[in-house]
């Protein structure tokens, strides 16, 4: 399964680069998220596995995240032309996952964050998940992007939110 999501986010893609790759930002934004701890290497770096736990109504979900693409490096003077990417890959119980991330300017204090996201499933229950409701996956992406563009934006924390 595969789908692309984008948003623009009203701040300088330097600036939201920045925000995105600070691990210190992402329960402020990732809702759900338990934890997300380094298990070899420096968080957000190439290379990078993590440890990362999701709580999604009374389900907890456990997956390993490799950082496979961070352009560029370095997230302070970016040049204009440059497309910053950044791609991980997600594995599970039943699943892996690949996220590539792009940030382009879509005007000078503007920045279009364009997701493309693929999926697998294995085991019968994770095939049946996708086949059944592959829009859960889509919706969710979305979700992360639109609390992202909340935190971003208005300084708003998902873990605020009143349910």
């Known amino acids: 399964m595969k789908y692309t999501v984008s948003i623009e986010v009203a701040l300088p893609r330097e600036r939201v ?3 995105l790759a600070d691990p210190a930002h992402m329960p402020k934004w990732l809702r759900g998220l338990v934890l997300h701890e380094p298990l070899s290497g ?3 770096q190439v290379g990078t596995t993590s440890r990362v736990v999701m709580q999604m109504g009374q389900r907890t979900f456990e997956c390993t995240e490799t950082i ?3 352009e560029p490096a370095d ?3 970016i040049p204009t032309e440059s497309v910053v990417r950044f791609d991980r890959e997600i594995v599970g119980e039943g699943m892996w996952s690949a996220v590539r991330d792009r940030l382009t300017e879509a005007g000078p204090e503007t920045t279009l964050w364009a997701s493309e996201n693929e999926y697998r499933f294995s085991g019968l229950l994770m095939r049946l998940v996708g086949f059944l409701v592959p829009g859960a996956f889509r919706k969710q992406s979305l979700q992360h992007m639109q609390d992202f563009k909340a935190f971003a934006e208005e300084g708003k924390d998902v873990r605020e939110v009143k349910a």
Do not use: F, P, S
């Open 68 to 70: 496979t693409r961070r």
């Open 17 to 19: 680069a920045q925000l």
């Open 42 to 44: 420096v968080h957000g």
């Open 75 to 77: 997230l302070h003077g």
